[in-house]
């Protein structure tokens, strides 16, 4: 079982529609997660971090985590083009940070 | 820019032959990551530097590899003997010693064994 899995799309959404990736993870010491975005060919850049229970807004970036559920979501609000992207869940217990292998997002305009 | 360069960008080598890849990782960041990531995969941990303390070597594949950090700044990434399943991109990453996770990533090497 890997450590983090995500959802392995690819996700394809209209421009302007609400885009949701999941992630779960199997190590219940895992204490901080994160979400980095990765365009192609490029390398990856966080775009969010989540510590506690509950949603963690930032701009149209939202993340949500369930501990209880070991369960971690990002959700992009009106999506754009420059949304389209590779999108790496990862989570860490300390210094050593898991991530899943990614979901795909496209975008349509 | 002051980010995390890595060099060679590409690399393109025969079977058997060893191979370094360099990390300079953002002034002032105490730790150092390797990851490596093959086609449509994610990133693979590979070795953690931090400080002085002794590196978390647990996600080196094989004896082949090998990493070192001189003087808490450049890393070496040194691949001997290499394999066909070597090729890959190989990712460096720096952050502040104590902001886990949020990690800084060099534009990576990519790997291509012959």
């Known amino acids: 079982q890997k450590e983090v899995e995500q959802n392995s799309g690819p996700l394809s959404v209209p421009e302007g529609a609400i885009a949701s990736l999941n992630c779960t993870y199997s190590?219940?010491?895992?204490?901080?997660f994160f979400w980095y975005r990765q365009y192609s060919g490029k390398s990856p850049e966080l775009i969010m971090s989540?510590?506690?229970?509950g949603d963690k807004e930032d701009g149209r970036f939202t993340a949500q985590l369930n501990k209880a559920s070991q369960y971690v979501s990002l959700l992009i609000r009106d999506s754009q083009p420059s949304d389209s992207a590779t999108y790496l869940c990862g989570a860490s217990n300390d210094y050593k940070l898991s991530f899943g292998a990614g979901t795909t997002v496209t975008v349509r305009a | 820019g002051a980010g995390v360069s890595q060099s060679p960008s590409n690399k393109v080598t025969e079977k058997g032959k060893d191979v370094e890849l360099r990390c300079d990782p953002i002034s002032g960041h105490t730790a150092l990551y390797w990851y490596r990531q093959s086609l449509g995969q994610g990133l693979e941990f590979l070795i953690y530097f931090q400080g002085n303390s002794a590196p978390d070597k647990s996600g080196l594949p094989s004896d082949r590899f090998s990493a070192e950090r001189t003087g808490g700044s450049v890393s070496t990434l040194t691949i001997q003997r290499t394999q066909q399943e070597d090729s890959a991109v190989y990712l460096c990453a720096s952050s502040l010693g104590h902001r886990y996770g949020e990690l800084f990533f060099g534009e990576g090497s990519r790997l291509t064994v012959l």
């Open positions: 190590d219940r010491g895992s204490q901080s």
């Open positions: 989540i510590y506690s229970n």
